[in-house]
């Protein structure tokens, strides 16, 4: 989506986060880290665990106050947000969860549990309107009317992430977090979800932020992707770009550790491992554009290095 | 770990300053003078205001008081001439610690004991049966339990003494028994939970599979993991200890602190309730730091501060 | 062909809920033999864990292995076994790695005791000569300065770490069969890629066979020799690892191969099993995996099929493989997988 | 011709019917009573407290609380410590008992010509034990269920206050529990019922001032716990507001929490009423509640056993029961067991 | 025997005691409660000491004489006598001691009784000096000055806490005086050992240097404190103490009132109910006070609430306090003729609500918590009286901590109030004095009634050395209480006990040291 006049739906400028600060366990989540999503993109975010996904997430929907820097949204900046803007807000961005069966509410229905979106986005309480409403947003996700009435711990794994897509869908947002949708589902419904995601963005123009650690995962849906390690982001590019021409060092361990499911060339592949110690040199690494939207955080000399590396 | 106790110490301090001053305040809202001549005349009660120094401004004597504490003094018994707070509390201290201490011990033993029973013939009968008495013990105010025994045992059976303290052992057997139920069946109680749930653990699951026989297992493995967090209950347990002594004191004529204070609150001898309070809490505090240290200590993953 | 190392035959497990019986295995056959690798697979609830802990006695409370059942280690039966006969088995012959590193060690045991364990117990060595004996294990499954870390705790040791130390503890007393169930589900890929390393070492190391449990394929590609594809709780088709990425035959290989996107994978073209797997409490008359299954047939809703041989190693559950059965077009992605299967495994013919 | 059809292609028959989920829907009450119901004595519990409810509720109707406070002021010495007469052959419960400095049994209603049988005796002044003990239950029930109803609603706004908010309002909430508890119970519960005069009010608030600090921590701990879980997360993206969210999702998943701990706190409840009474600070008199009824009594032990046997007996009876149903609900409410 | 030792019944020099509650102090001019003063009067002799006829008779006195006034007291010190520590007690250590009583540093819940000896109030004030109380020494002979003739005065002689202390050892031990049982010097026929302070186990053993050691004849008395009465009780047919009290609960009364040792003594206590006459208008009634007087079965009452360890009162004063000139009991002499008539009771409230005319009656009945029996005593007053008058009146009980009922008396802040009210000494003034007064220290009621008053006066003043007269004015004083109805007696106290048959030599008082065993031995 290198497309010059895409809009930028969300802007990050150097953010930074620290956990605890100034405690003992003074955890310094983000470090300075910018980068924009563009309108009906997805973004995909990898990274080890630890590595501030989550964090990055849960700041953009000012969940997280940042400690410095700024996110917009629509040109606006959140972190300045009155309570008004704020609600207006809530419900353009959303969020779907790692853990389905954390995310669900187990005391409500699954009606009930829609419902909250619907009561927050101002939905008319009339009951007859209200249940034709459910039903339209669980037949998005592929369930029908007998699932309203059951509870969260009734479904299988893939059925209740579907249902927490349809809770944020009931707000009709625009922008959408998906924090590891898939990484506790079973691989054979990872696809379902992972279809659904796609679909839902054709059909609403939505635009993604998709984290994971599945890297096959965030390349086969992803336009852009960030690699993200120790708060920094090391590298910026599109799909491609991360895929096939990966210049940090980080990066292309990561890429070298998953495991393909194809035997033969699995068999006769190496994993590199990667020595992170260079990072606490001490030495100041910037974001350098390579090539067209392609960036690396390294030292100058670095970027020689990785380049020359690449042929 | 030294700062850890340092500052432990430290809200313990505060903690017990507050105690100190809500206690001292809620004091002066009580009805009555401290003195217990029934037939002394206002003019007579003045004079002993004066001389005592119940005349003063609340705050001035609340500074007082503090001062005095800051150096040891708990102030003179109104009630007892003469005796120093520190001196009764001081001679009467040991034989309710004792006595405590006996309870603790026989109960928490007794409670492992049968809590791990429990935990290892779960769903059986001998797990329903000690459940059932675990419950009873707990249903069973420990006062009502010394009366009875009291009377099964020293008046209808003649088995044990029925008073006093410090001749023979046998004087201790009862009040040892009628306060130490209570722990024991919460002991038995917590530690089949704990059991059970240890015994569930993925980390037993590995033990299993090494081979090395379900006997090795619970000794080596469930075992200490289900008996750390007793260690919490401690702190509590001793709590209920001090209520169920004080009515359990006087039940067997034991000259211990809580006998003292049950005494000292209707004649409203001020700085006996005042110094009984102050013990309580601290005993109960510093009980608290310790099984938080102790804890420390056998629990690797528990680091202090 | 040498014999199996261990024999499953006819293994069903059930377990007595309140609900009802849950039939969670129904007739598991396969061997492993020595040296090799078995990696079975499976949607979550298949079963995969049942079996594995069934070959060490280690079910829940409630679990009843059927009477027809046989797990042949050798000559002896295990199926039969009471708890105390299992002790010699467990860890000393088969041993087990757990999935997750974080709650499978004691918190309170130091590593170095744990794994000198097992060794005390059946290898019969002094504490000073387990103690030395944990230490070289230790060294060998990749943990850095042993010395100095021997008498740590768990709490002090990451995951990849752990694992590793949970592995040194399965291997204490070289058994001659290791089960890891998921051993690297719970850890980051770069971790899982080394701990993956370590296992592989080491079955070489020692000529051990391995039952290798895990959802993920991109892991059985790596260290399989042969693929069981377990669906709920059947084993639906089996054969070496080739024969299962390169030629699967059960529709529902097909769905899970497809499913899985590599890095070539356009968008658009992921393949997702629609529904969810059947409830074993009431399980389906006939293929289990019939209502979710695109090409199922008729007689798939209506009766079990059989294995059906494809080669010497390779077997599969399903109709579609019976000489009336229509010959059908399998998804795309397993097209071009067959293609290659043609081009670089089919010699002549 | 038949074979070849059931070989004829049919692929996925019914979408809809992959999604199904065959098990009966269970509401999350529905699931607790099906765990409840395997523990029998928990089962037998709820039964005898909904029986002692019951009983307690409809003998308003039947004994009030002047009735058990009645006695004969001129003939003290013929109604006086009446054993229990069941009016049937029943061995210690036949009106036959000693008359103090006698040994000899003798049917003590023949002897002091009473024509009315009392089923539990009578007390020392001639009060008909049976109706003292019904409103002493009462009393006691009474007392307890409110002491723990203000402990609940105190408890838990407190504990969640302080778990949801965090940080310094938690550290100082948490702060005051710990001075609470470090002044052990029978002090502050004493001081208190000298400040307020004894009576049922100044009881409550006594045990209910004292008590709700477990309620407070537990529920405080699960709001910790809770918050950080997803759902409350969503809720919060959805724009939920504090107070809201606790209402609707924290509260319900502490149910469990709270239930069971108001299980342990009723009979606690009880059992302190009685020790407050030992030291003479229980409900106004001539009033009964089962802690007065044990603590005048106590005294009666070596003559009447049966005049602090009978409330005993029944007070423990009471906790017990309470403390076994509360076991039941743990058991039924532990997340772990939902699926089962 | 075995788990008890043996037996220590038969023990020819030892005696066995149990007490029921702790020693406080040994402090001779701070002694209040009952325990500590049972110790001091046993090891601590005064110049006179009650003898068993109940009469003062000299102790560390060799005589005493009385002026015609009634206002000088010359006693005479027997020669030689000595501390138990050997050093010499001399009629200065008499003189130290009343000083100290009267010191306001001293601080003496007992000073009051000095009151009456010259200057005892200024002093006691701040006053004057404490060098100029009435009481003088020269040689050894001491002389007490009074204000005016008070008829109690040689009780007073008597009295534990006015016995001799010696000055030097009270300054020696200073705050710590009388906390242990060496801290503290005896002049009595025992000295105290044992004692720490706070410890249930103690002795007292014979002194070899009181003046009438030749004639104590136990060596060792042995003391315990044992709270719980059945306990005690217990003790006593193990065998293990000598004395028990019965009349702790009806119960325990009842089951031993047969046995062969029980032994009855008086007790100078009352139990009566004071009417608020001040505040509360339904009370102000004379008639409605009357008729609760009438509706109070008083015999009933002993009987079903005290169980029969208490006698039915017949008058304010108590039963046993002392005898008129003629031997006869004072009680029995001055009863005004209290009964109990259901309907005149009945007809009479309904007048006097009617003369009210504020609807139904609802009153307070206020006890402090300390026994069974003053519980029992407030249930049957309000059953009592609730069926007597039925809907018309309606009581609620108030039992509260002894101090707060103390200080509702002392406010008014009440409508009926049960008092207990020990009497200080032997005579008939100890009661009626109470009443001397609308605002005497006790007249809680504030009631008025003059007839009384003058009653009253008239025996502490122009009566005071005349004991025929006396007894007259305090029947007529009786009379006006009982024709006015101002308070409701209810009940004398008695101690009943289980005495070791073989122990002889024991003089129990109603008052005072109630238990004195200087000449007590186990024969
Ligand atoms: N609420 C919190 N308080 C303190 N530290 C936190 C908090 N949340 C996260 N962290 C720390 O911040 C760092 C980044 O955490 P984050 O959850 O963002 O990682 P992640 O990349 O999402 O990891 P994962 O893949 O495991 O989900 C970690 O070191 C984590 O321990
Ligand atoms: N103790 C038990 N009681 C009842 N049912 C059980 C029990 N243990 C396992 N099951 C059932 O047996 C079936 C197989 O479970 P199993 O753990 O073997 O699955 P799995 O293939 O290992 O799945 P996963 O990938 O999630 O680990 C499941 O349906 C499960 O619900
Ligand atoms: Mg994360
Ligand atoms: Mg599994």
């Known amino acids: 989506m290198q497309n010059p006049d895409a809009k930028k739906q969300v802007a990050i400028q150097n953010l930074t986060l620290t956990f605890n600060k100034g405690k003992k366990n003074e955890n310094k989540a983000l470090d300075n880290v910018s980068f924009d999503i563009y309108e009906g993109e997805t973004f995909g975010l990898v990274g080890e665990s630890g590595s501030g996904k989550t964090t990055l997430g849960r700041s953009v929907l000012k969940l997280y106050e940042p400690e410095s820097g700024s996110i917009t949204f629509d040109g606006q900046d959140i972190t300045k947000m009155k309570r008004k803007e704020l609600g207006d807000f809530r419900r353009q961005a959303q969020m779907i969860f790692q853990d389905p069966q954390a995310s669900l509410n187990g005391r409500l229905t699954v009606s009930n549990i829609l419902g909250e979106g619907l009561d927050e986005a101002g939905y008319p309480k009339d009951k007859e309107k209200r249940r034709k409403k459910v039903l339209e947003l669980l037949q998005m996700v592929g369930l029908n009317e007998d699932h309203a009435s059951r509870y969260p711990h009734e479904f299988s794994g893939g059925q209740k992430q579907r249902i927490g897509i349809a809770r944020a869908l009931a707000v009709k947002p625009k922008f959408i977090i998906a924090d590891e949708p898939i990484s506790a589902l079973d691989v054979s419904v990872q696809a379902q979800v992972v279809n659904l995601l796609a679909q839902l963005q054709k059909d609403h123009g939505l635009t993604y932020l998709f984290i994971a650690h599945d890297l096959a995962m965030v390349k086969y849906l992803s336009d852009r992707i960030g690699v993200l390690h120790w708060g920094k982001l090391v590298e910026l590019g599109t799909a491609e770009q991360v895929y096939n021409h990966a210049l940090h060092p980080y990066t292309k361990s990561l890429l070298s550790a998953v495991p393909e499911p194809d035997p033969v060339k699995e068999k006769a592949h190496r994993v590199e491992t990667y020595d992170p110690s260079f990072e606490k040199d001490g030495q100041e690494r910037e974001m350098v554009e390579v090539e067209p939207g392609h960036f690396v955080l390294a030292t100058p000399e670095e970027v020689v290095k990785y380049k020359d590396a690449q042929r | 770990m030294a700062r850890y106790i340092l500052k432990r110490v430290l809200i313990l301090v505060i903690t017990l300053w507050i105690v100190v001053t809500s206690t001292f305040f809620l004091m002066q809202i009580l009805p009555g003078t401290p003195y217990n001549n029934p037939k002394l005349t206002a003019s007579a009660i003045e004079q002993l205001n004066a001389t005592y120094g119940l005349d003063k401004p609340v705050i001035v004597q609340y500074w007082d008081y503090l001062i005095n504490l800051l150096h040891g003094d708990l102030g003179t018994s109104f009630q007892y001439q003469n005796q120093s707070v520190s001196m009764l509390i001081g001679q009467r201290l040991p034989i309710s610690a004792q006595l405590g201490v006996q309870a603790l011990i026989v109960g928490v033993l007794f409670g492992l004991w049968f809590g791990a029973l429990s935990a290892r013939h779960q769903n059986q009968k001998l797990d329903g049966f000690l459940g059932v008495v675990s419950t009873l013990g707990i249903s069973t105010p420990s006062f009502i339990l010394a009366i009875v025994l009291l009377f099964v045992f020293g008046y209808q059976l003649n088995w044990l003494p029925v008073s006093g303290w410090g001749d023979s052992f046998s004087q201790t057997v009862l009040p040892t028994i009628a306060l130490a139920v209570g722990p024991a069946a919460i002991t038995t109680r917590f530690v089949r939970s704990e059991m059970i749930e240890v015994l569930h653990s993925d980390y037993i699951q590995l033990a299993r599979a090494k081979g090395i026989g379900e006997g090795q297992v619970i000794q080596k493995h469930a075992y200490r993991n289900s008996m750390i967090p007793i260690l919490t209950l401690i702190g509590p347990m001793t709590a209920n200890l001090l209520t169920g002594s004080t009515l359990v004191e006087n039940i067997f004529s034991i000259p211990g602190i809580g006998q003292q204070f049950v005494s000292s609150i209707p004649t409203k001898d001020y700085p006996v309730i005042m110094g009984t309070t102050i013990v309580y809490a601290l005993m109960l505090m510093v009980m608290i730091l310790i099984t938080d240290i102790l804890t420390a200590f056998v629990d690797p993953r528990v680091r202090l501060d | 062909m040498p014999a199996p190392v261990l024999q499953v035959k006819n293994l069903s497990v059930s377990f007595q809920t309140y609900a009802g019986v849950v039939k969670a295995i129904r007739g598991v056959d396969f061997d492993l033999k020595k040296g090799e690798t078995l990696a079975i697979v499976g949607e979550s609830g298949s079963g995969k864990s049942v079996t594995t802990k069934t070959l060490l006695g280690l079910n829940a409370q409630n679990a009843t292995v059927s009477e027809e059942s046989q797990i042949l280690l050798g000559e002896e039966n295990l199926a039969g076994y009471e708890e105390s006969d299992w002790d010699q088995v467990r860890g000393a012959k088969i041993a087990m790695v757990f999935q997750d590193p974080m709650t499978s060690l004691d918190p309170t045991m130091t590593i170095g005791k744990q794994i000198a364990e097992p060794m005390e117990k059946h290898l019969g060595m002094s504490e000073k000569e387990a103690f030395a004996a944990a230490l070289a294990l230790m060294k060998d499954v990749g943990i850095p300065d042993a010395e100095k870390h021997i008498n740590d705790y768990p709490h002090q040791w990451s995951g990849g770490m752990r694992q590793r130390a949970v592995i040194a503890i399965a291997l204490a007393a070289e058994p001659d069969v290791l089960i890891a169930d998921e051993p690297t589900t719970a850890l980051d890929v770069t971790i899982q890629a080394q701990i993956i390393n370590v296992i592989k070492a080491q079955q070489k190391k020692r000529d051990m066979s391995v039952i290798f449990i895990t959802h993920d394929l991109g892991v059985v590609a790596d260290v399989a020799d042969r693929v069981a594809v377990m669906y709920a709780g059947k084993i639906v088709e089996k054969g070496t690892v080739n024969e299962i990425f390169y030629n699967p035959k059960h529709p529902y290989t097909w769905g899970l191969l497809s499913s899985m996107p590599t890095t070539s994978t356009a968008l658009g073209s992921l393949h997702a099993i629609p529904g969810t797997p059947p409830d074993l409490l009431y399980p389906p008359k006939g293929d289990a995996f019939a209502n979710r299954n695109a090409y199922a047939l008729d007689i798939d809703h209506e009766k079990q099929p059989p294995f059906f041989k494809v080669s010497d190693t390779h077997e599969a559950a399903t109709w579609l493989l019976d000489e009336r059965a229509p010959k059908v077009e399998p998804p795309v992605e397993i097209q071009k997988r067959q293609a290659f299967w043609q081009e670089n495994f089919v010699k002549e013919g | ?340 | 025997a075995g788990w008890w030792g043996s037996n220590p019944s038969s023990d020819k020099n030892t005696l066995n005691y149990a007490m029921s509650a702790d020693v406080q102090t040994l402090d001779t001019s701070k002694a209040t409660d009952q325990y500590s003063n049972l110790v001091l009067g046993n090891t601590e002799s005064n110049l006179l000491r009650v003898n068993s006829k109940g009469e003062p008779a000299p102790d560390l006195a060799k005589s005493y004489k009385v002026s015609d006034d009634g206002l000088t007291y010359t006693v005479e010190l027997r020669s030689g006598l000595k501390w138990s520590d050997g050093s010499k007690l001399t009629a200065k250590d008499v003189v130290y001691s009343w000083q100290r009583m009267v010191n306001p540093k001293t601080a003496s819940q007992y000073s009051y009784l000095a009151s009456g000896v010259l200057n005892a109030d200024d002093i006691m004030a701040g006053k004057k000096d404490v060098s100029e109380l009435g009481v003088s020494a020269s040689g050894n002979t001491i002389t007490f000055k009074l204000d005016h003739a008070m008829p109690q005065f040689k009780y007073l002689l008597a009295f534990a806490n006015f016995a001799p202390q010696k000055e030097s050892v009270v300054n020696k031990e200073g705050d710590k005086y009388g906390t242990t049982a060496d801290k503290q010097i005896y002049s009595g026929a025992y000295k105290f050992e044992g004692w720490n302070g706070t410890n249930g186990k103690f002795k007292m053993v014979k002194n070899d240097n009181y003046w009438d050691a030749k004639n104590v004849k136990t060596k060792t008395v042995n003391w315990q404190v044992v709270k719980n009465p059945d306990t005690a009780l217990k003790l006593y047919k193990q065998g293990k103490i000598d004395r028990v009290s019965i009349s702790n609960s009806p119960e325990m009364y009842s089951a031993n009132k047969n046995n062969k040792d029980v032994k009855s003594a008086a007790v100078a206590a009352a139990t009566y109910l004071e009417y608020n006459q001040a505040n509360n208008a339904f009370l102000k009634n004379q008639k409605i006070r009357q008729a609760l007087n009438l509706a109070t079965n008083r015999t009933e009452l002993a009987s079903q609430a005290t169980g029969g360890t208490r006698d039915a009162a017949v008058s304010l004063v108590s039963k046993g306090l002392t005898k008129t000139t003629s031997g006869e009991d004072l009680a029995a002499y001055v009863k005004p003729g209290y009964t109990y008539d259901k309907k005149k009771a009945q007809q009479l409230f309904k007048e006097g609500l009617a003369e009210v005319n504020q609807g139904k009656m609802k009153i307070s009945l206020e006890t402090d918590a300390d026994s069974v029996i003053s519980k029992n005593t407030v249930d049957y007053i309000k059953q009592a009286w609730e069926s007597t008058f039925g809907s018309d009146i309606e009581v609620t009980e108030k039992v509260v901590p002894f101090k707060q009922r103390l200080k509702d008396s002392q406010s008014g802040d009440f409508d009926v109030v049960v008092t207990n009210w020990n009497g200080d000494y032997q005579d008939g003034s100890t009661f009626y004095d109470l009443f001397a007064s609308k605002d005497a220290g006790y007249n809680d009621g504030k009631f008025t009634n003059e007839s009384y008053f003058a009653a009253v006066k008239k025996a502490d003043t122009t009566d005071a050395t005349n004991a025929s007269a006396r007894q007259d004015d305090f029947k007529d004083a009786e009379k006006a209480l009982m024709d006015d109805a101002n308070i409701n007696p209810l009940y004398s106290w008695k101690a009943s006990s289980l005495v070791r048959s073989n122990v002889k030599g024991v003089v129990e008082s109603p008052v005072g040291l109630t238990l004195d065993l200087t000449y007590a031995h186990r024969k």
């Open chain 4, 1 to 340: 011709m038949e074979a070849s059809q059931e070989f004829t292609l049919v692929g996925i028959k019914n979408e809809a019917a992959t999604e199904k989920i065959n098990k009966p829907t269970l509401t999350f009450w529905q699931s607790v009573w099906h765990r409840l119901k395997k523990n029998k004595l928990a089962v037998v519990s709820l039964y005898f407290l909904a029986a002692v409810a019951i009983f307690a509720l409809a003998s308003t109707a039947v004994v009030s609380q002047s009735d058990a406070n009645q006695f004969n002021t001129n003939a003290g010495a013929k109604y006086k410590s009446l054993p229990p007469k069941s009016g049937l052959p029943i061995p210690l419960w036949d009106g036959k008992g000693t008359v103090l400095g006698s040994a000899d049994k003798v049917d003590v209603y023949e002897k002091n010509d009473v024509k009315q049988n009392f089923l539990f005796g009578t007390d020392n002044l001639g009060r008909s034990l049976g109706k003292r003990v019904t409103v002493g239950l009462r009393i006691s029930l009474f007392v307890a269920l409110a002491a723990t109803a203000i402990d609940l609603v105190f408890g838990v706004s407190y504990g969640l206050i302080s778990g949801w908010f965090g940080g310094w309002v938690d550290t100082l909430m948490q702060r005051i529990i710990e001075v609470i508890s470090a002044i052990p119970t029978l002090v502050v519960v004493t001081l208190l019922a000298m400040l307020f005069g004894s009576g049922i009010g100044s009881i409550i608030l006594a045990i209910a001032l004292t008590n709700w600090v477990s309620m407070a921590r537990q529920v405080r701990n699960q709001t910790l716990t809770l918050k950080e879980r997803d759902f409350v997360l969503a809720a919060k993206t959805l724009g939920g507001s504090g107070p809201k969210i606790a209402v609707k999702h924290l509260v319900p998943n502490m149910a469990g929490t709270i239930i069971v701990q108001v299980m342990m706190t009723i009979p606690s409840a009880i059992m302190f009423e009685a020790v407050l009474s030992a030291i003479n600070l229980g409900v106004k008199a001539p009033t009964a509640s089962l802690g007065t009824l044990i603590a005048d009594s106590q005294s009666m032990l070596q003559y009447y056993p049966y005049q602090i046997l009978i409330p005993a007996t029944i007070l423990v009876l009471v906790s017990l029961a309470f403390i076994l149903l509360g076991d039941g609900l743990r058991d039924a409410f532990d997340p772990k067991m939902l699926d089962e």
